[in-house]
């Protein structure tokens, strides 16, 4: 099966970084969200990471322009025109919202279209109950987009072989290295990074070292690029939380209990960057 047109909804960091990518490789990309503000956001990110790629010569300003035209955005579904292959959902980590998309794509599209999520915890089959099970899997990339190589291509109880090899097959396409993963909480990435973070976050909260010694024994002890504290914040502190308690609740294993600390941020709306503070100020 050929893929040539993408819906990508969602236009946050995640949204618009999956549609730039595809964009870039060739693909026209319909990107949906809610409001118009966040779609003008998003185009202007999008924009203002192309010229940053175009400074550091990894594409020409041709490729830079054929990407902008590639990308149409919308602000409904039911406007988009007809003959997608291939739809991403990429928006907050709420499990009732995303079935919404779903349910709501099922009945626009049918079964003729690729269904995934970019979701980095949240159950692919349970997802898929709103959909086309075994046209339905996950597509689990990492942030930023244009930069990182790896995809999580997240297979659920039904999804078929035809389909994962397609979908295995466009992420090789927009050179992302794809690797398999079956679907259980947090997949592979998530059930091994936040619980090392939570764990980060337990040492701070007990008084075994500062912030600052932490994140500075994981990256000169362990050659992390970053330490687990740094890393939450540039996550969110928000997100971390919900994937901690999407582990908690699907292993019931007291080894992925949230941080108090952790909680208690995350209540008083330290999520990190995206607040101007969380572990650290911004």
């Not at 594409?59 to 054929?66: L, Q």
Request: proline fraction near 4%.
């Amino acid at each position: 099966m050929e893929l040539k047109n993408i819906a990508v909804v969602g236009a946050g960091a995640m949204g618009n970084g999956i549609a730039h990518v595809f964009a870039q490789y060739g693909y026209k990309v319909f990107l949906i969200d809610k409001e118009e503000n966040l779609l003008k956001k998003a185009i202007t990110t999008i924009e203002t990471n192309l010229e940053r790629q175009v400074k550091k010569e990894i594409i020409t300003a041709e490729v830079k322009s054929n990407t902008l035209s590639n990308i149409t955005t919308f602000t409904n579904l039911n406007t988009i025109n007809k003959n997608v292959d291939f739809l991403i959902e990429a928006i907050w980590e709420n499990k009732e919202a995303k079935l919404a998309i779903f349910k709501e794509a099922k009945s626009i599209f049918g079964d003729k279209v690729i269904y995934s999520s970019n979701t980095s915890s949240i159950s692919i089959t349970e997802l898929a109950a709103e959909s086309v099970p075994d046209k339905f899997l996950g597509m689990h990339f990492m942030n930023p987009v244009p930069v990182m190589k790896l995809v999580e291509i997240i297979r659920g109880f039904s999804t078929s072989d035809e389909t994962y090899q397609t979908i295995k097959e466009l992420a090789l396409s927009i050179n992302k290295e794809p690797v398999e993963v079956n679907d259980y909480p947090g997949f592979i990435s998530n059930r091994i990074l936040m619980p090392m973070i939570n764990e980060a976050v337990f040492a701070l909260y007990e008084g075994v070292a500062k912030k600052e010694e932490i994140d500075t024994v994981m990256k000169l002890g362990m050659n992390h690029p970053m330490g687990p504290l740094t890393l939450a914040d540039f996550i969110g502190l928000d997100v971390c939380l919900s994937i901690m308690e999407v582990l908690y609740e699907g292993f019931k294993d007291s080894k992925y209990r949230p941080c108090p600390l952790l909680v208690k941020m995350v209540n008083a709306k330290k999520l990190g960057r995206k607040t101007g503070e969380g572990f650290y100020k911004y």
